[in-house]
Structures are given as structure tokens and as C-alpha cells.
């Protein structure tokens, strides 16, 4: 009995083994393989391994590009996570009411997670061309001067750094609002998740009319979400440093890369411009800011399940 | 204090059916859009109800684009099916038949899950050139399976975790081994966890465009691709470019209005929680 058991173990073991290998080769060996190709100078057509050290780095953060990807990013990133979480949060206290037809409405605000970023691209950008969609809406409402979206070259406020202005690019802002309705059911099925896991009594007690509702659900309720909040921010943010169909499809780099990202301009730096070192490097850094954030959060969700 | 409370449950349901609206919004428009005829197509009228209803959008948009849907079709189902079914055995492996290391190695496969695909970008079109696969729908479905094996595995672990370990010891006292089980067992009780993995890798993959658009080249290239294509064209007016970005998103959305249940279990499940 026991020798079976323990063949059954290898059995597993074995199984697991094709994967390991295949994510092994495709996942950990091609990072590295991609951080080699980062210390080459293989920046033309023809493959040239020679060895450059980190000069590939310190010239693509040199460059007006790839300094206004890094505001973008961190703008993006900023504007989208709070977006999601308010509106998921929100969306997910009212659906939490005992509502009538509430999958109805749980069905509304996560369908458009169902949709590819390329069509929600295409679709928001002539809902936000400045020449009709919400614009119309916007001048029959009396607003003569309605907002450029993505076309607006604006950066608010406008501090020089580096090569770069630095503030929120309101071309950006578009886009955003874009993302945010995408993945904004996301946050609300997380949350939804998390209000029904708190006991009822405690509910309850923060439903009661009266004066006290809004604090009780802030100093009662909102602390119990503390994980469905974390678990939120991790997937938002992982999705917000891999956003590029999205601006594929509906902004490109934008006027002076004001709507760009470091994963479009890895891939029109490669692809197109057959930088594949600077590419590579790129490619590179955003695997390192993937794996700060990632790395301890994994190994904190699997820890807490082993102790479970 | 009733009629508080009813004051309280009307303003509650107005305030959901407004942002349900807004939700849809982009839905109404381009419903609209892709049932107007051609003289009906103005910018200025984006909000309009079509007079006359007519499929032209539709039916030019199908011509631009309905070989590149095929493409999908060929490309999501065979992907779809083979990333399950490792899913299913690599879930089995690591929930029913804990090991030393087998956290190790679920943290080394989910880690996969995360990655900007970029960092991988260079290699994986090195590497399907020097296999022939480059630029071919076998290449992108080899692709989308490694690279969907994380989450798939992540699905079907957390799935399994619930099949209670007395089950597995019935079948243990019976003489079933590994296989024995999974046959037996397991897989008669798997068919919601396949639902949800495959519902989760079908939008995933019909949905992807950084691979799509990197891994082939006309005329493999699947839908995703077809549609950033048609809206970069100077020459196709804007009602066909809408009726495409519906057109591309019909499968996912039936998928979604049908199973939407399990759609929001993989959507919850790639969260990573126990």
C-alpha cells in the first residue's frame, strides 16, 4: 500500500513534468535569453552578439520616448487603478442591497471584460473623437468648448524634467477613460466577492438608516476588504503595465508619445525599427517592474493558504 | 420610516440604472452605427436612431474581415481545448497529490501568468522560425497553449482543491491508482471546472492581439489583427470599422451572455485566492 502511494506521487510528478519544461523554455529561459539580448549591440537587421554592458539601458532611458513612457505609465497605472477601485467599489455597495435583478446588473458592468482591448479601442476612439460621440452630447448640453480627448497635446501641469514635461497628459485621460470601463467590473466582482464573505450581522449593522451608515461602512465594512482590495490593485496593475492593444488601436504613440507605453514601444522598437537590443531592454525592465511586485504578492497569497 | 425606505430603494435603483446605461452607452452606439444605411452615416448624427435599417455596415465589414474570423476559429478552439486538458492534469497533480516542493512549483508556474509578454517576444519568434511555425496559426496556438498553461493550471487547482480527500481514499481502498482516480473519479466530477477554464481560454485567446499581431502574417492573421487593420485604413469609413469591432466580439459576447456565471468564476479564479 504504502510503495503505491508513493508511485502515485511520481505519477505526479511526472505529469507536471512537459509543463515545467515547456514554461521552464518559454517563460524563465526566454526572459534570460531576452536580458542576454538587452548587453548586445544587436541594434540593426543583422544578429551582432556582441557584448555592450548596459549601454543599451542608458540609451533608451535617454531618449524623450522612453522618458514619456515612464510618466505615462505611472499616470496610467495611477488614474486607472483608482478609477477601477472607486467605481468597482461603489458599483458593488449598491448591487450588495438585496437588489431586484441584480445579475442583471452584475451582467451590465462586467460584459465589457468579455471584449477585446483592440475593439474597445476602435470603438471609444469615435466615442471620443473630438468631432462627434460624447462631443455631440457635450455642445448640445451648451459646452462650446469641448474637451480634445486623445487628440489634445496638453500635459497638466507642465514641470520640465529630464527631456520631458511632466504631469498628466490629458490625450492619456481618454484612454484611461477607456480602460476604466473595460476593466472597472473587474474590481466589482472582486469587491462583490469580498462584501459577500463578511458576515451579515456586520452588514446589517452598517445598512441601518441614519446618520451613522457612512462612517460604520468606512470603520466596519471597508477594512474587511482589505484583500479584495490588494488582490485588485495586483491584477490592475499588472493589466495597466501590459496595456498595448488598447493603445494599439486607438491612439498609437500619440502626438509627442503622449498616449505611448513602454510595451508599444518595445514592440515598434524591435519589430519596426530593428532595434532588437534596445528592444530587449525595454522588454527587460518591464519584466523587472512585473516581478517587484508580483513575486512578493504570490508568495504571501501561497503562504496564507498553507497555513490555512 | 416605509416611506424613507422606499424613497431610499427608488433613488438606489435610479442611480444602478444610470450607470448601467452609461455601460452601454458604446453598445448603443455602435448598434446604431452598424445598422445604418450608407446615406445615414454621419458623424454628426452618431447618436441618431438609423430611419432605415440595413446590414450594409455588416455585410462590408464580413467582407474585410471573415476569413481572419475563420483564422480565430481555428486558432481558439484547438487552443482552447489542448490548454484545458493540461490544465486539468496539472491541477489534479498539484491539489490531489501534494509533494514536497509542490508549492515551489505551482509559484514557478503561476509566475507565468504575470509576465509582460514582451520579455518573452524576441525569443518565441526566434524560436518558431528556427520549427517553421513562424507566421502560421500552429505557431500561435503553440504559443497561446504555454503561455495559457499558468492560469489554466491555477483554474482547475482551486477547482479540485473541493473534491474532498475522502473521495480520493474511497477510490484508494478500491485499488485505484493516479490514473485510476483521475478516470474514475475526478473527471466525472470536472465538467463545471471545464466550463469555466474553457470559457476563460476561449475569450483570452480569440481576444489576444500582441501575439497575434507579432506570431503571423496575412493571410493567418486572426481577427484582433483584422481590426486594428481595417480602423488604420485611411479608405474604410468609420461605420465599417464599428460593425468590425462588433462583428469581432459576437463569439466572445454569446459566450458571455450564455455562461456568464462561469465566466465570472475564471475571472475571480485568476485572482489568484484559494
Keep these: ?82 478609477g477601477c ?9 449598491l448591487i450588495d442591497q438585496k437588489i ?51 487628440l489634445s497635446t496638453a500635459i497638466v501641469p507642465s514641470i520640465p524634467l529630464g527631456l520631458i514635461q511632466v504631469g498628466i497628459p490629458l490625450a492619456l485621460v481618454a484612454v484611461t477613460l477607456a480602460a476604466i470601463w473595460q476593466m472597472s467590473g473587474f474590481a466589482m466582482a472582486i469587491y462583490l466577492a469580498g462584501l459577500r464573505a463578511i458576515p451579515d450581522e456586520m452588514k446589517e449593522a452598517a445598512r441601518i438608516d441614519g446618520a451613522g451608515a457612512w462612517r460604520l461602512f468606512w470603520s466596519v465594512i471597508f477594512p474587511q476588504l482589505k484583500s479584495s482590495t490588494v488582490t485588485a490593485v495586483i491584477i490592475l496593475s499588472a493589466a495597466s ?33 530593428s532595434q532588437f537590443a534596445d528592444g530587449a531592454a525595454i522588454a527587460t525592465i518591464l519584466f523587472l517592474i512585473m516581478a517587484a511586485f508580483s513575486i512578493p504578492y504570490l508568495i504571501t497569497v501561497l503562504r496564507r493558504e498553507e497555513e490555512a | 420610516m416605509v416611506a424613507v425606505r422606499r424613497v431610499r430603494r427608488t433613488v438606489l435603483y435610479l442611480v444602478l440604472t444610470l450607470f448601467a446605461g452609461l455601460y452601454l452607452l458604446p453598445v448603443y452606439v455602435v448598434a446604431v452605427t452598424s445598422l445604418k444605411t450608407g446615406a445615414a452615416i454621419d458623424l454628426a448624427h452618431m447618436w441618431a436612431l438609423p430611419r432605415t435599417f440595413s446590414v450594409g455596415s455588416l455585410g462590408a465589414a464580413w467582407t474585410q474581415l471573415g476569413p481572419n474570423f475563420i483564422n480565430s476559429l481555428y486558432l481558439t478552439i484547438p487552443a482552447t481545448v489542448i490548454s484545458s486538458l493540461i490544465g486539468a492534469m496539472n491541477g489534479y497533480a498539484l491539489s490531489k497529490w501534494r509533494f514536497r516542493g509542490s508549492n515551489t512549483i505551482f509559484f514557478l508556474i503561476l ?7 514582451q520579455a518573452v517576444l524576441i525569443p518565441v519568434l ?22 495559457g498553461i499558468p492560469i489554466t493550471t491555477l483554474i482547475f487547482r482551486n477547482f479540485y482543491v473541493g473534491i474532498p480527500r475522502e473521495m480520493i481514499e474511497a477510490g484508494q481502498m478500491d485499488g485505484a491508482g493516479y490514473w485510476g482516480i483521475f478516470r474514475r473519479i475526478v473527471l466525472p466530477l470536472s465538467a463545471s471546472g471545464f466550463v469555466v477554464a474553457g470559457i476563460w481560454q476561449f475569450t483570452q485567446i480569440w481576444n489576444n492581439f500582441l501575439f497575434a499581431v507579432a506570431v503571423t502574417t496575412p493571410p493567418h492573421q486572426p481577427v484582433t489583427v483584422a481590426v486594428v487593420n481595417i480602423a488604420g485604413s485611411q479608405t474604410i469609413q468609420w461605420n465599417v470599422q464599428m460593425a468590425s469591432a462588433l462583428m469581432a466580439s459576437i463569439p466572445t459576447l454569446v459566450v458571455y451572455i450564455l455562461l456568464g456565471k462561469y465566466f465570472v468564476r475564471g475571472l475571480l479564479a485568476g485572482s489568484v485566492k484559494g
Design chain 1, 100 to 150: 431586484r435583478a441584480e445579475s442583471l446588473f452584475r451582467s451590465i458592468f462586467i460584459f465589457p471584460m468579455a471584449i477585446s482591448f483592440v475593439a474597445t479601442g476602435v470603438i471609444w476612439s469615435w466615442l471620443l473623437n473630438p468631432q462627434t460621440g460624447v462631443n455631440l452630447i457635450l455642445r448640445a448640453l451648451g459646452d462650446t468648448h469641448p474637451p480634445q480627448w486623445f
Design chain 1, 241 to 273: 503595465l501590459k496595456v498595448f492593444g488598447l493603445i494599439y488601436a486607438m491612439t498609437g504613440p500619440g502626438q509627442d508619445f503622449t498616449t505611448d507605453m513602454p510595451t508599444l514601444n518595445m514592440f515598434q522598437t524591435t519589430f519596426q525599427g
Design chain 2, 126 to 147: 526566434r524560436v518558431l522560425e528556427a520549427i517553421r511555425l513562424d507566421g502560421t496559426i500552429p505557431g500561435l496556438i503553440l504559443v497561446n497553449v504555454v503561455y
Design chain 1, 1 to 82: 500500500m504504502k510503495r503505491r502511494i508513493s508511485w502515485d506521487h511520481w505519477s505526479a510528478v511526472l505529469v507536471l513534468v512537459p509543463s515545467l519544461a515547456a514554461l521552464g523554455v518559454f517563460v524563465y529561459g526566454f526572459i534570460v535569453w531576452t536580458g542576454y539580448l538587452s548587453l548586445t549591440d544587436w541594434n540593426s537587421y543583422i544578429p551582432n552578439f556582441h557584448w555592450a554592458g548596459l549601454r543599451n539601458y542608458v540609451a533608451v532611458f535617454e531618449t524623450f520616448r522612453f522618458q514619456s513612457d515612464i510618466r505615462n505609465l505611472i499616470v496610467f497605472t495611477a488614474l486607472f487603478i483608482l
Design chain 1, 85 to 93: 477601485l472607486v467605481l468597482g467599489l461603489f458599483l458593488a455597495v
Design chain 2, 111 to 117: 509566475l507565468g501568468m504575470f509576465i509582460p509578454y
